[in-house]
Every structure is written in C-alpha cells, then in structure tokens.
C-alpha cells in the first residue's frame, strides 16, 4: 500500500511530538515529505528530512497527501488549511484558536483531536460513544495550570515557580494569559459543545474567570479541609440553554478531579441517559500532543470521519454573570455579608453559589448544574444568606 505522504506544518513542542510520534510508530505507513518551519537556520537536532521555510509550496506539493498542522499561528493556518481544501489533502490540526474560528462542522478533510485535552480522545468520545445525547460535561482541560496547581498545593512551591517550570516543559501557551486566564481551556469547551452539543459558542457565550495566586492562608486553608482547587470547564444543558463557563473551584480530596495532577486533563460526562463517565489522561506537551496528532491519521486511515451536522446557535444562560464572580475577586479581602446583600438588593442574582468562605471569597463559584448545593436569589429572604457557614463541596 502507498506510504501517505505528510506536510508537518511547524517544529515546536507539539510538531516535534508528532514527528516522534511519527519516528517510533509511523514511518511504516507514513512518510514525512517536509517539515516547515519559521526560521530555516535553527539548528533542530533529530530532524531528518527536508525542511523549508515556505509553507504554502511544501503545502501545495503533488505529492503531498496530509498536512499536519503544529504551529498555533491562527492566521496563516486559516489560508494553509483552504488549500488543503482545495488541493483534497487531509488537514489535522493541534490548533485550537484556529478551529475555534473555523465557521464549517464536519469538513471531511479536518480532524483536530489534538487540539483539545492533549492525548485525551475526547473529540472522537463524543462523537461516537454517547447515542443518548449529552446533558453535561466538565472537564480539567488546560495542562499548565493544573500543573502550576499541582506544584502549589502538593510541593508547597509559588504560582511563579509553577508557572516557571511548567514554561520550560513546554507546557504554557506562547501567550501565557492564555491559560492563566482561561483562554484557552474555554476555546477547548467551545470546540467540544459542537460535539457534545451540536451547539456552536461564541467567545462571550463562556463565563471565564482567571486562575489566581494562592496565598500561604488559601493553601493552608484548603489543605486542612481536605479539598483540591482545580481549574474546570463546564458546559451543562439547562432548560434548553447550555451555561459555560471557566473557573477555579473547589473539589474535596477524594474527588475524581482532585485527583488530576500535573499536566493531566481529564473530562467528566453526564449523557442523558443520566449514566457518569469519567476519562483522564496527559493534556500538555510534546508526547501527549504528537500522539493525538498521530492518532487522528490513524483514524483517518481507519474511515474515521466528524459526523456532518448544521450547528445550531448558542444559547448561553444570562444568569451566570462574570461581573458577580469578578467582584468577589476584587474584593477578596473585604468581602462581607453586608457587602453582597448590598449586591442582592441591587439585583444581583446569584443563581448558586457552590461555595463561600470569607478566606475563599475568591473562589466563590455560581453553579447551575445539578450539583449545587446552595441557592440565593433575590427572593431568599436575608437571614438565610450566612456565608460564613456556608461551604459546599462537589463529593
Ligand atoms: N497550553 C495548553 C495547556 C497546551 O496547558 O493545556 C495544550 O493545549
């Protein structure tokens, strides 16, 4: 059988993963044509075939079958995947802000497991383990800061030492704000509601709140009560509107997500059939990423294809409201009774609160899924609201 002939698209962390990947396990049925990349005078150790700096010419080749795109340029790669349109070459991806973006579902020449939850295969879950539907899903979807959360609460190390080291394993975006502000794992749960949901989100459709420093008092605090922050992306249906969100919450130690460290992502599912299912795996750097990036010509070769679908629009639930989630952030060290009945009586809905504690003011969280275990709106009468009481946790 004809070797497909690939183009790898750039030889960063994830384009040097996948030409491992490629080294180890592909060179029987794939052959690498060319590798371009930016600048053609880097020394690249270990890289043994033809290189060049002209995307578009390697792209363009006859002889090339596939393009493998690892680059994270989103404007460039728009153009370099619509002449892999026109030429009919396969074109995956690891490029999540590109696919985002990308208006069309199901193109047959597209797979992009890779750019969601590193060699987790949660593109290819939901789009062929799920005949029931989807209600909710929930996932750690961003390496480096559960990296960063890992150094911080189980080596005692500071959020910059974390983020230093998670920087050098190549873990962190070009633009780091990226995942510390929750950029990039809301892109993620954008691209995965298309397969959860067939629904597309837009950018503001997702309440995203930063990951922030922890101080000697949060750490010691959360440690002794036995719980875990993680970073979490949730997009639930609810009423026929999916609420989504990005944010830092609190699970207690013996929860499947506390016990997702280092650069490991995982995804929780609820279809809806009400069964639970659980998966986890490494979601950062050069091996998970070069796998996933593998993987999807394996499936590619095996008939595998995105299911074809018209989205619908989003539906986004108004009630979550980031300027409540932000103010808390704000106001982490004043933060009083007085001050959110203050926000109540000015409207302020909050819809539920999972979880409050004057020291954790800033990781108070408005859920709406199922498992709230705290509700406050504006018609709950004000000596119910004790938040000093309150501390609800995600078993
Ligand atoms: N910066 C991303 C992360 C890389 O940390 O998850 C993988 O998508």
């Not at 189980?154 to 500071?158: A, N, P």
């Not at 962190?172 to 633009?175: F, G, T």
């Not at 060290?333 to 009083?336: A, G, K, N, S, V």
């Given at each position: 059988m004809k070797k497909l002939n690939i183009a790898l698209i750039g030889f960063g962390t994830a384009g040097r993963g996948f030409y491992e990947a490629w080294q180890q396990i592909g060179t029987a049925r794939f052959n690498i044509h060319g590798v371009a990349v930016k600048d053609g005078e880097k020394v690249r150790n270990g890289l043994h075939v033809n290189v060049t700096t002209d995307v578009l010419a390697l792209i363009n080749d006859p002889a090339v079958d596939v393009v493998v795109e690892a680059t994270g340029n989103v404007k460039e790669a728009k153009l370099w995947y619509e002449a892999t349109i026109k030429n009919r070459q396969l074109f995956v991806t690891a490029n999540k802000q590109l696919v985002s973006q990308?208006?069309?579902?199901?193109?047959?020449?597209l797979l992009y497991e890779a750019s969601c939850g590193g060699a987790l295969p949660i593109v290819r879950l939901l789009e062929t383990c799920f005949p029931h539907g989807i209600s909710s899903i929930r996932g750690v979807l961003n390496g480096s800061t559960n990296y960063i959360l890992t150094r911080i609460f189980?080596?005692?190390?500071?959020f910059n030492d974390g983020l230093l080291i998670a920087k050098e394993a190549g873990f962190?975006?070009?633009?780091e704000r990226l995942d510390l502000d929750g950029g990039d794992p809301a892109t993620k749960l954008r691209i995965l509601c298309r397969h959860a949901f067939g629904i597309r989100l837009h950018a503001d459709d997702v309440s995203v709140f930063p990951l922030f420093g922890f101080n000697d008092v949060d750490v010691k605090f959360i440690r002794r009560n036995n719980l875990a922050v993680r970073y979490i992306a949730t997009a639930a249906l609810d009423e026929g509107k999916v609420v989504a969100r990005v944010a830092p919450e609190l699970v207690a130690e013996e929860h499947p997500f506390a016990k997702v460290l280092n650069e490991e992502n995982a995804v929780s599912i609820i279809d809806k059939g009400g069964e639970s299912y659980f998966f986890k795996a490494k979601g950062a750097g050069k091996q998970p990423t070069g796998t996933a990036l593998f993987n999807d010509l394996e499936a590619w070769s095996q008939g595998f294809r995105y299911k074809k679908r018209k989205l619908a629009k989003a539906k986004s639930s108004p009630e979550i409201s980031e300027v409540i989630v932000r103010t808390v952030v704000d106001f982490r060290?004043?933060?009083?009774a007085e001050t959110i009945e203050s926000w109540i009586e000015g409207g302020f809905r909050f819809y539920r609160l999972r979880c409050y504690l004057h020291e954790l003011a800033q990781i108070a969280v408005v859920e709406s899924g199922e498992a709230c275990v705290f509700v406050l709106s504006k018609e709950l009468s004000r000596q119910r609201f004790k938040p000093e009481s309150v501390l609800s946790i995600e078993h």
């Open positions: 990308l208006s069309g579902f199901g193109n047959q020449n189980v080596d005692g190390f500071s962190v975006e070009a633009d060290d004043q933060l009083t």
